[in-house]
């Protein structure tokens, strides 16, 4: 990875360099008031949104932390260990599978595969003191399928601006699910932080639970958030996230007319508004892992929830997204532009 080594280098405005995290490259994007860590070396993961007047960090590592696939042993050929021994936390772009490991045009796809588990190639776009923009590229192995991102800082916003374009380059119809897992834990999450979404939100509840102890919310549908049927169907405020302990559980969010959230603590008012384009991603996925997963990965230490836009649902892989006419085609040859951005909401230079 080389982002020009004669280029002019700054340590102030905005600005970017190259550094090395376990052995796997990543890009730093700085400003004024955020720094962005962006594994270039492992599927763009940001692993760090840190607000700097507060040294608030918006992204949360699971207790694994950050490790490098090609230097992990793989413990089985599970192909939910392939995604889950190396999951750092942070925020994944997810494509062309999201869940469950899955069967589609004869091949076969692990947890939340292929992109991003792999490298991606890197250029410089912009780097000026205004303004510092990165495109990060990777073409997929089982689709013929390339996908090109920009990550863009401006000068004195606490927000990151991302910009991409999937693209098709067969001569067939292509079918996949695409999204952006992104999860909240400590430092910033607290018991009480409130999740705020626009306009009637139809709540999906997941078919059947994810873990063990049973299930959070009911699997009965046709509640309108904030206010699901919980699983005695009493009524539950999702909204609110619990104290650790509360039972794990997903849901999918749907029927947006305008695409953002923003979730906020109440200890400080401190929040972040993640806002997209809902023409490509329509629905949120609300995951919800409160400690209650005593088994693997987890073992009771996770304490998390992902607010995840998404192409399509469930998290049971491609082959049933397809199968339920939510998978986001692509036409031959096609391409497909898409965005999204993350602001921090703070009296201390956020919006």
Request: proline letters at 8%.
């Amino acid at each position: 990875m080389n982002l020009g080594r004669h280029r002019r280098q700054r340590n102030w405005g905005t600005r970017v360099h190259e550094i090395a995290l376990f052995g796997l490259d990543a890009i730093v994007l700085e400003n004024e008031l955020l720094c962005v860590t962006v594994l270039a070396g492992k599927g763009t993961d940001v692993v760090e949104f840190n607000f700097k007047p507060r040294d608030l960090d918006f992204v949360t590592l699971t207790p694994g932390g950050i490790r490098n696939p090609l230097a992990a042993l793989p413990s089985t050929s599970d192909p939910l260990a392939s995604f889950l021994d190396v999951y750092p936390g942070g925020w994944q772009e997810i494509l062309p599978n999201a869940g469950a490991p899955s069967t589609a045009y004869g091949a076969h796809f692990d947890q939340h595969a292929e992109v991003s588990a792999v490298p991606w190639d890197v250029a410089l776009v912009e780097d000026t003191e205004a303004a510092v923009c990165v495109r990060f590229s990777v073409r997929l192995q089982k689709l013929p399928l390339v996908l090109v991102k920009e990550l863009r800082l401006n000068a004195g916003e606490a927000t990151l601006h991302v910009s991409e374009t999937l693209t098709n380059e067969c001569d067939l119809p292509v079918q996949v699910m695409w999204g952006q897992h992104i999860a909240f834990g400590k430092p910033f999450l607290v018991p009480g932080a409130t999740i705020r979404l626009p306009g009637r939100v139809e709540i999906i509840p997941h078919p059947e639970a994810i873990a063990p102890g049973g299930r959070r919310v009911s699997d009965r549908r046709g509640a309108i958030w904030p206010m699901a049927r919980g699983a005695s169907l009493k009524s539950l405020d999702l909204s609110v996230v619990p104290a650790p302990g509360a039972p794990s559980d997903i849901v999918y969010l749907t029927g947006f007319t305008d695409g953002w959230y923003e979730i906020t603590r109440p200890t400080d008012g401190t929040g972040l508004r993640v806002e997209w384009d809902t023409g490509t991603f329509p629905c949120l996925w609300y995951w919800q892992e409160f400690g209650a997963t005593t088994g693997y990965p987890w073992y009771g230490r996770a304490w998390m929830v992902g607010l995840e836009p998404m192409s399509s649902y469930p998290t049971n892989g491609l082959a049933e997204a397809i199968a339920n006419g939510t998978a986001l085609s692509l036409a031959p040859r096609a391409s497909r532009q898409t965005w999204y951005r993350v602001e921090v909401r703070n009296d201390e230079g956020g919006a």
